[in-house]
């Protein structure tokens, strides 16, 4: 399925005075969630979906230093997952010799194509690592609750916010050698938790999506506090369920 653009056509994806633009935004994005840590030693990233188009940021670069000009477009229409190296249509590829896209294209794609979601982030925080080591080595999931931030998740990321009183779940992967190794682990969790707004990976990080890059985006945050809350309540020994 190419789609078939001229070389103007396909730079203008890429090109607009719109900072509300996904190629202006990812290279925005990139920069705060770097001062957070989310971000660091090029590791993590977020995705956009526009339409008709996803919006990739480029694998192994200082993600805080995007340029517009770095961005990937690849058709959202994909016969199956776009697993790098793989058989890809792009739409626009950067003039830049040796940008390769994310690793985390097809686990961007998971958000996409089972939660519809129009963003999907992927951070490398601290908050969700200590959280995935400090918790029973043979915990499937992260549980919480009675806590005010979790008013900001969404169940299954994209529908109806959680209540105070409503038990928060994100299931918790292993981590593999490559980023992409971990596409079947993070779908097959998702198709487990249908209503969790996130994949933890054990030393590693978290996948957060949204319908919109503003709900994935602060979904994150409200997830990140969460995380940390719940470091320091574990090593308080404070239960993390019910409100003792
Ligand atoms: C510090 S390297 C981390 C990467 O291997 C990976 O975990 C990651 O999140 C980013 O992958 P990338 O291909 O650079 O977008
Ligand atoms: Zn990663």
């Known amino acids: 399925m190419s789609t078939k653009l001229t070389h103007e056509e396909a730079e203008a994806l890429v090109r607009s005075n719109d900072p509300e633009h996904p190629a202006n935004l990812i290279c ?9 840590g989310w971000v660091t030693g ?3 990233g977020i995705s956009i979906r526009h339409g008709e188009h996803v919006y990739l940021a480029p694998s192994g670069v200082q993600k805080e230093r995007i ?13 199956s997952v776009p697993k790098p190296g793989s058989q890809r249509d792009f ?30 982030i992927h951070t490398h925080s601290q908050h ?22 979790i008013k900001g998740v969404r169940i299954g990321g994209v529908g109806k916010t959680l209540r105070f009183f ?4 994100v299931p918790i992967i292993e981590n593999t050698a490559d980023e992409e190794d971990l596409t079947e682990g993070m779908a097959e969790a998702m198709r487990k938790y249908p209503d969790a707004p ?28 969460l995380f940390e809350m719940a470091t320091k309540m574990l090593l308080a020994k404070l239960p993390l369920v019910g409100d003792e």
């Open 128 to 149: 969700a690592v200590l959280l995935t080591l400090l918790l029973p080595r043979d915990a499937k999931s992260f549980k919480m609750s009675h806590q005010e931030m």
């Open 28 to 36: 925005e994005l990139c920069r705060d969630f770097y001062k957070l």
């Open 198 to 225: 996130a994949i933890l990976v054990r030393r590693h990080g978290v996948y957060v999506w949204g319908n919109t890059w503003e709900q994935a985006k602060t979904q994150s945050e409200c997830l990140d506090y």
């Open 91 to 120: 739409i626009r590829i950067p003039s830049t010799k040796g940008l390769k896209e994310s690793a985390c294209t097809p686990l961007f794609w998971n958000a996409f194509t089972m939660r519809e979601a129009g963003a999907c």
């Open 42 to 44: 090029t590791g993590g």
């Open 67 to 79: 340029k517009p000009e770095h961005i990937f477009v690849l058709p959202f229409a994909q016969s």
């Open 166 to 169: 409503d038990t928060l779940e």
